[in-house]
């Protein structure tokens, strides 16, 4: 590990155990722990911390005066099995590692303990993730997306209590981010006395381009637990949407999904199944809340918990929170804005023309479409149209409860101001969920109101004739007739038109010389050189309930209405003559290209009398769809919109009266930025070039710019297209480990997904750390740990090299963002290679030297039963022979080591163990093989005299025997089973044995001879589980007895493999059991 990656390592790893003392100390309310390694090694402190947490005391034997070692152990043990009892995952963590002082893993127990009881997080989802769920809803202007770089400047941490405390902290936008150690030390004072949030981090290490995420993550939790100021904000939050329900928190009250429907309803979804809703037991409630979740999708938000959890009683706030608080944050502009009305209720649409009749009511049609999609018929909803003296009426009667959607159309064209929004209630209809989507949109509900109708007036101004001779005005006279039958539909529509416009002209002529002043109250403004626009002025006040008679005495006025004043225009065909003008209109093109989406907009210039003409414009696009755009005229200019749809080149056609102007059709280049698509931006290292690919091929017309940005300094890139291909490759070299934000802009506008942020992981500042990095047994599962800031699992990888040659792929398991542990199963005896490789870099003292063993195969000779008391003082002795385990380190511990033992080398690995025993105690000897006890241990050598009888048979026959063999711990149903027994001077007739199932049923065992002193026993069961079985020799149990055996059967093993396999790549596959672990354990070392 290079030293400047050692150095960052250990600036984060400082930052943590501040932060988590900082937390212990809290939680033991005093300044108890001064050093996170020593102060928790006695396990003194560590049980009072997981009292506190657990809130409960134990009462077993805690060793609090100068504990010994062995006492240590045993009080670190207490607490950990607490723990274990309470749910809490501890992996890998011995009572040995907190009473060494093991760093790492004590900050990994630490926190574990933040996890389960300081954010109470029990779901299988992680709890950053819920937490970030949480943040990103209530702070949705900052776009958080992590918990290191995102908090630096304090910006967040300020935003976040703004919203905790709305005037805590307002001026958060305004903090100078440069300021990050000011910002961030501001706002931990005021979290701190406002908010009783502890300062548990500082302000130097909260800045830190080292903080880590768990550092930050344990201080947020101060601010989403039960009770907590984001608790208690998300809470307010809900109770101002919905303020005639009672809520009372963010775990119980909404396991019904009574709460959940009607917020989801208040925030502009529709939840129709809400009188439906059934609440009798629980699949009720999963139900309800599976309907809700659906709803809260349609109107795009997303749960990261399922119905069963919300639903569960017992289930926690945060996932519950995170949905709330993403509904609640919802813009109100982008909540669907409805009016209220009634079934059977007439619904009443005014419009108002600006200037006489030139609308006719055949020319005006409404189109109702229900909330499935359906189109009710005319005659269904009753439409009725009439004149008014302002214009006309459409008036429709709903005939179905649920949401209603009216497009008015007006010549085939569209109003801008349809399609108008209707939610249809039922007379019996309480008007609770009303009252609370009241409460969310106050500009689009009008209680006081006591018309029930909805009103829209369109007031339509009048069109200038194109200009002729001074003091005279064209005028057709309505009796005159022309024959245009056998003209085009074009050219009988473009007559028609023309009509219209000069029985217009004629009619502005006649209100000037009438100078009607009630004419000009209702046209402030008139525009008399628009191409026929249509003003529509919509009122949309809130119909009331059914009225009663309390409602009928009502004195109180209604609301003033709110106005929304829009546009709407219909284009014109060509005419049949030429303009001589327009050589006069000109447009100047469209310089850069468009995205689709966008608002396209076309400016004409015209000078002269072209003032006065008609312009049409059209945009074709790609596929060859006209679309025809409005026009507006204003002084001098013209201006058309349009919006595209479609990639591609379009053809915007320019028309003056009839005609082309000069350049027409004009070249729009559309492109979308969304289509950009880009591939291999996986993973990087430090010094290793990083390539990846940008393909613009189905984005249009365009420019691709590429940069990287790290703590924002600019990296050197290359960028190389691939022949014609559109297709890009990007290259950088990583000058650093940690965070990249790459920004892809095409047409200077950022891609989906930009900018994309990449960890860069540095190899040399990897580390591997456990017990079986160095050493394994046969047939157990063997694990160590990787520590790899910037790194996912798939970018590492581990491979073990047999002694026999043989090469297999390790298992990679994620423990968190950083922690990922090794696992892999040896099969032999001997020395291991273990070669763990991070994005094909090899990790720092990569591959390792890894001594497998096989306790099982360890021999011990001539271990004595007793120790005679005349004995004492005197040197006892037993042979141990290891030739055939494999390597490893062998362990021998007489009376946890107050015993000395003194081992001599008799051969290749094969020893005399030699030890005194001086007091009048039960000896006890223990034997590990690379951590794993040997077959037999402990044995027990307790201090006794037997008679002259026993000493003689003792004299004649060997009082040591030895058991070995895969049928003293497991064996196959409708198998035979079998284990060795040795023993010098052993007779048939010194051995006996039995067996016993799960249900006590007995099963024979076999004695058989094979060569002097030694033999094999032979059984077979029946059935799946866990047996017993006692050996005798002698007359005397073997120690240990009754051994338990696990009983299995191969055919009940299912393996799955899993799909996406690669060539050249390991594939993995999960074994399924349907009884015991023993089951699956038992067939793979068959």
Same mark, same amino acid.
């Given at each position: 590990?290079?030293?400047?990656?050692?150095?960052?390592?250990?600036?984060?790893?400082?930052?943590?155990?501040?932060?988590?003392?900082?937390?212990?100390?809290?939680?033991? /309310?005093?300044?108890?722990?001064?050093?996170?390694?020593?102060?928790?090694?006695?396990?003194?402190?560590?049980?009072?911390?997981?009292?506190?947490?657990?809130?409960?005391?134990?009462?077993?034997?805690?060793?609090?005066?100068?504990?010994?070692?062995?006492?240590?152990?045993?009080?670190?043990?207490?607490?950990?099995?607490?723990?274990?009892?309470?749910?809490?995952?501890?992996?890998?963590?011995?009572?040995?590692? %907190?009473?060494?002082?093991?760093?790492?893993?004590?900050?990994?127990?630490?926190?574990?303990?933040?996890?389960?009881?300081?954010?109470?997080?029990?779901?299988?989802?992680?709890?950053?993730?819920?937490?970030?769920?949480?943040?990103?809803?209530?702070?949705?202007?900052?776009?958080?997306?992590?918990?290191?770089?995102?908090?630096?400047?304090?910006?967040?941490?300020?935003?976040?209590?703004?919203?905790?405390?709305?005037?805590?902290?307002?001026?958060?936008?305004?903090?100078?981010?440069?300021?990050?150690?000011?910002?961030?030390?501001?706002?931990?004072?005021?979290?701190?006395?406002?908010?009783?949030? !502890?300062?548990?981090?500082?302000?130097?290490?909260?800045?830190?381009?080292?903080?880590?995420?768990?550092?930050?993550?344990?201080?947020?939790?101060?601010?989403?637990?039960?009770?907590?100021?984001?608790?208690?904000?998300?809470?307010?939050?809900?109770?101002?949407?919905?303020?005639?329900?009672? $809520?009372?928190?963010?775990?119980? +009250?909404?396991?019904?999904?009574?709460?959940?429907?009607?917020?989801?309803?208040?925030?502009?979804?529709?939840?129709?199944?809400?009188?439906?809703?059934?609440?009798?037991?629980?699949?009720?409630?999963?139900?309800?809340?599976?309907?809700?979740?659906?709803?809260?999708?349609?109107?795009?938000?997303?749960?990261?918990?399922?119905?069963?959890?919300?639903?569960?009683?017992?289930?926690?706030?945060?996932?519950?929170?995170?949905?709330?608080?993403?509904?609640?944050?919802?813009?109100?502009?982008?909540?669907?804005?409805?009016?209220?009305?009634?079934?059977?209720?007439?619904?009443?649409?005014?419009?108002?023309?600006?200037?006489?009749?030139?609308?006719?009511?055949?020319?005006?049609?409404?189109?109702?479409?229900?909330?499935?999609?359906?189109?009710?018929?005319?005659?269904?909803?009753?439409?009725?149209?009439?004149?008014?003296?302002?214009?006309?009426?459409?008036?429709?009667?709903?005939?179905?409860?649920?949401?209603?959607?009216?497009?008015?159309?007006?010549?085939?064209?569209?109003?801008?101001?349809?399609?108008?929004?209707?939610?249809?209630?039922?007379?019996?209809?309480?008007?609770?969920?009303?009252?609370?989507?009241?409460?969310?949109?106050?500009?689009?509900?009008?209680?006081?109101?006591?018309?029930?109708?909805?009103?829209?007036?369109?007031?339509?101004?009048?069109?200038?004739?194109?200009?002729?001779?001074?003091?005279?005005?064209?005028?057709?006279?309505?009796?005159?007739?022309?024959?245009?039958?056998?003209?085009?539909?074009?050219?009988?529509?473009?007559?028609?038109?023309?009509?219209?416009?000069?029985?217009?002209?004629?009619?502005?002529?006649?209100?000037?010389?009438?100078?009607?002043?009630?004419?000009?109250?209702?046209?402030?403004?008139?525009?008399?050189?628009?191409?026929?626009?249509? %003003? $529509?002025?919509?009122?949309?006040?809130?119909?009331?309930?059914?009225?009663?008679?309390?409602?009928?005495?009502?004195?109180?006025?209604?609301?003033?209405?709110?106005?929304?004043?829009?546009?709407?225009?219909?284009?014109?065909?060509?005419?049949?003559?030429?303009?001589?003008?327009?050589?006069?209109?000109?447009?100047?093109?469209?310089?850069?290209?468009?995205?689709?989406?966008?608002?396209?907009?076309?400016?004409?210039?015209?000078?002269?009398?072209? $003032?006065?003409?008609?312009?049409?414009?059209?945009?074709?696009?790609?596929?060859?769809?006209?679309?025809?755009?409005?026009?507006?005229?204003?002084?001098?200019?013209?201006?058309?919109?349009?919006?595209?749809?479609?990639?591609?080149?379009?053809?915007?056609?320019?028309?003056?009266?009839?005609?082309?102007?000069?350049?027409?059709?004009?070249?729009?280049?559309?492109?979308?930025?969304?289509?950009?698509?880009?591939?291999?931006?996986?993973?990087?290292?430090?010094?290793?070039?990083?390539?990846?690919?940008?393909?613009?091929?189905?984005?249009?017309?365009?420019?691709?710019?590429?940069?990287?940005?790290?703590?924002?300094?600019?990296?050197?890139?290359?960028?190389?297209?691939?022949?014609?291909?559109?297709?890009?490759?990007?290259?950088?070299?990583?000058?650093?480990?940690?965070?990249?934000?790459?920004?892809?802009?095409?047409?200077?506008?950022?891609?989906?997904?930009?900018?994309?942020?990449?960890?860069? =992981?540095?190899?040399?500042?990897?580390?591997?750390?456990?017990?079986?990095?160095?050493?394994?047994?046969?047939?157990?599962?063997?694990?160590?740990?990787?520590?790899?800031?910037?790194?996912?699992?798939?970018?590492?990888?581990?491979?073990?090299?047999?002694?026999?040659?043989?090469?297999? !792929?390790?298992?990679?398991?994620?423990?968190?963002?950083?922690?990922?542990?090794?696992?892999?199963?040896?099969?032999?005896?001997?020395?291991?290679?273990?070669?763990?490789?991070?994005?094909?870099?090899?990790?720092?003292?990569?591959?390792?030297?890894?001594?497998?063993?096989?306790?099982?195969?360890?021999?011990?000779?001539?271990?004595?039963?007793?120790?005679? !008391?005349?004995?004492?003082?005197?040197?006892?002795?037993?042979?141990?022979?290891?030739?055939? =385990?494999?390597?490893?380190?062998?362990?021998?511990? %007489?009376?946890?080591?107050?015993?000395?033992?003194?081992?001599?080398?008799?051969?290749?690995?094969?020893?005399?163990?030699?030890?005194?025993?001086? /007091?009048?105690?039960?000896?006890?000897?223990?034997?590990?093989?690379?951590?794993?006890?040997? +077959?037999?241990?402990?044995?027990?050598?307790?201090?006794?005299?037997?008679?002259?009888?026993?000493?003689?048979?003792?004299?004649?026959?060997?009082?040591?025997?030895?058991?070995?063999?895969?049928?003293?711990?497991?064996?196959?149903?409708?198998?035979?089973?079998?284990?060795?027994?040795?023993?010098?001077?052993?007779?048939?007739?010194?051995?006996?044995?039995?067996?016993?199932?799960?249900?006590?049923?007995?099963?024979?065992?076999?004695?058989?001879?094979?060569?002097?002193?030694?033999?094999?026993?032979?059984?077979?069961?029946?059935?799946?589980?866990?047996?017993?079985?006692?050996?005798?020799?002698?007359?005397?149990?073997?120690?240990?007895?009754?051994?338990?055996?696990?009983?299995?059967?191969?055919?009940?093993?299912?393996?799955?493999?899993?799909?996406?396999?690669?060539?050249?790549?390991?594939?993995?596959?999960?074994?399924?059991?349907?009884?015991?672990?023993?089951?699956?354990?038992?067939?793979?070392?068959?």
């Amino acid at each position: 590990m290079g030293k400047q990656g050692e150095e960052a390592r250990q600036k984060w790893i400082d930052i943590q155990l501040h932060t988590f003392t900082n937390w212990i100390n809290e939680q033991l /309310q005093g300044n108890v722990i001064q050093d996170l390694t020593q102060d928790l090694s006695d396990g003194v402190n560590l049980i009072r911390l997981v009292e506190i947490l657990q809130g409960r005391r134990y009462y077993g034997k805690v060793y609090d005066q100068e504990p010994t070692e062995i006492q240590k152990l045993m009080n670190v043990q207490m607490a950990l099995d607490a723990l274990r009892e309470d749910g809490v995952k501890t992996v890998n963590i011995g009572s040995h590692d %907190i009473v060494d002082g093991n760093e790492k893993l004590i900050l990994g127990l630490i926190w574990c303990l933040v996890q389960r009881y300081q954010i109470a997080c029990k779901t299988k989802i992680p709890p950053k993730k819920l937490v970030m769920a949480w943040i990103q809803s209530a702070l949705p202007e900052l776009k958080l997306t992590n918990f290191r770089t995102n908090w630096n400047d304090g910006i967040a941490l300020s935003a976040l209590l703004e919203y905790c405390q709305p005037g805590l902290c307002p001026e958060w936008r305004n903090l100078d981010p440069s300021a990050a150690r000011e910002n961030c030390h501001r706002a931990i004072l005021l979290a701190e006395r406002y908010l009783e949030v !502890p300062g548990i981090i500082s302000s130097d290490h909260l800045s830190s381009p080292h903080l880590d995420e768990l550092s930050c993550l344990t201080y947020l939790s101060y601010f989403i637990t039960k009770g907590a100021p984001g608790y208690r904000a998300t809470l307010k939050k809900v109770s101002l949407l919905l303020p005639d329900c009672n $809520v009372e928190d963010l775990e119980h +009250s909404w396991s019904d999904g009574f709460l959940l429907a009607h917020l989801v309803e208040a925030c502009g979804g529709s939840v129709p199944e809400i009188e439906r809703m059934r609440f009798e037991n629980l699949n009720d409630f999963v139900e309800n809340v599976a309907v809700v979740l659906d709803a809260a999708a349609d109107i795009g938000v997303g749960s990261l918990i399922g119905a069963d959890d919300i639903a569960d009683p017992q289930g926690e706030h945060l996932g519950t929170m995170a949905l709330v608080a993403a509904l609640c944050s919802i813009p109100l502009e982008q909540q669907v804005k409805y009016t209220d009305c009634y079934v059977n209720q007439q619904v009443n649409l005014d419009l108002a023309f600006t200037s006489g009749n030139e609308v006719r009511i055949e020319e005006l049609d409404v189109q109702v479409i229900g909330s499935t999609g359906e189109i009710y018929s005319n005659e269904a909803i009753q439409l009725r149209k009439s004149r008014t003296s302002q214009g006309a009426n459409l008036s429709l009667i709903p005939v179905e409860p649920g949401f209603l959607q009216v497009r008015i159309y007006c010549q085939g064209s569209e109003l801008p101001a349809s399609p108008i929004q209707l939610q249809v209630h039922t007379q019996e209809e309480t008007r609770s969920t009303s009252r609370a989507a009241s409460r969310a949109h106050p500009e689009n509900r009008n209680p006081g109101a006591t018309t029930s109708t909805s009103t829209v007036r369109t007031t339509v101004s009048p069109v200038r004739a194109p200009k002729q001779e001074a003091g005279k005005v064209a005028q057709i006279s309505s009796e005159t007739e022309v024959d245009i039958s056998h003209k085009s539909f074009a050219q009988r529509r473009l007559h028609i038109i023309k009509q219209l416009e000069a029985q217009h002209v004629n009619h502005i002529a006649q209100t000037k010389s009438h100078h009607q002043p009630q004419q000009q109250q209702q046209h402030h403004q008139p525009q008399p050189h628009q191409q026929s626009p249509s %003003i $529509v002025q919509v009122v949309l006040p809130t119909p009331p309930p059914p009225p009663t008679s309390a409602q009928n005495s009502s004195h109180i006025p209604p609301a003033p209405p709110i106005p929304a004043v829009l546009e709407a225009s219909a284009y014109r065909e060509m005419p049949l003559t030429r303009s001589p003008d327009v050589g006069l209109v000109s447009f100047s093109g469209l310089s850069e290209p468009c995205s689709v989406g966008s608002i396209v907009e076309v400016v004409i210039n015209a000078h002269g009398d072209a $003032v006065s003409g008609s312009v049409y414009v059209e945009a074709v696009s790609p596929s060859g769809t006209v679309h025809p755009c409005t026009v507006r005229h204003q002084n001098n200019t013209y201006m058309a919109t349009f919006t595209p749809q479609e990639v591609g080149l379009w053809r915007i056609g320019i028309l003056y009266d009839g005609e082309h102007i000069r350049g027409s059709p004009f070249a729009c280049q559309v492109f979308d930025s969304g289509l950009v698509n880009v591939y291999g931006l996986d993973v990087g290292l430090v010094g290793q070039e990083l390539r990846f690919s940008v393909n613009t091929s189905q984005a249009g017309h365009g420019n691709l710019s590429v940069t990287v940005l790290r703590h924002g300094r600019e990296i050197p890139l290359n960028i190389e297209e691939q022949g014609n291909s559109k297709n890009h490759q990007v290259s950088f070299i990583p000058d650093g480990a940690g965070q990249y934000k790459i920004h892809v802009l095409f047409n200077r506008m950022e891609i989906k997904g930009s900018p994309f942020v990449l960890d860069i =992981a540095d190899a040399s500042s990897v580390s591997t750390y456990g017990e079986n990095l160095r050493s394994a047994s046969v047939g157990k599962t063997a694990s160590f740990m990787v520590h790899a800031v910037g790194a996912d699992a798939k970018d590492i990888s581990a491979y073990v090299t047999a002694p026999s040659g043989g090469k297999f !792929p390790a298992k990679i398991v994620t423990l968190d963002d950083v922690t990922f542990q090794i696992e892999w199963t040896p099969n032999e005896p001997g020395e291991h290679s273990v070669d763990v490789m991070l994005a094909d870099q090899r990790v720092p003292d990569a591959p390792f030297a890894c001594n497998v063993g096989a306790p099982d195969l360890v021999h011990v000779r001539n271990m004595p039963r007793r120790i005679v !008391p005349s004995k004492l003082n005197t040197d006892h002795s037993f042979e141990i022979d290891a030739s055939v =385990a494999g390597s490893g380190n062998l362990e021998i511990m %007489i009376n946890g080591g107050r015993v000395p033992c003194r081992v001599r080398e008799l051969g290749s690995r094969q020893y005399m163990a030699i030890f005194t025993p001086t /007091q009048s105690i039960t000896h006890t000897i223990e034997m590990r093989f690379n951590g794993e006890h040997v +077959s037999g241990s402990p044995w027990k050598l307790p201090v006794e005299d037997r008679g002259g009888r026993r000493q003689e048979m003792e004299r004649t026959m060997s009082y040591y025997s030895e058991l070995s063999g895969p049928g003293l711990v497991r064996a196959p149903v409708n198998r035979v089973a079998h284990f060795d027994i040795t023993g010098e001077g052993l007779e048939l007739s010194d051995i006996q044995a039995k067996i016993v199932g799960p249900d006590n049923k007995e099963f024979p065992i076999r004695i058989i001879p094979r060569s002097s002193g030694k033999y094999t026993a032979e059984y077979e069961i029946e059935q799946v589980g866990e047996h017993h079985l006692t050996v005798w020799i002698a007359g005397r149990k073997v120690d240990g007895s009754p051994l338990s055996v696990a009983g299995y059967a191969t055919e009940k093993v299912r393996l799955e493999p899993l799909g996406g396999g690669s060539p050249n790549q390991p594939v993995q596959f999960y074994g399924k059991r349907k009884k015991r672990i023993e089951d699956v354990y038992a067939c793979e070392r068959e």
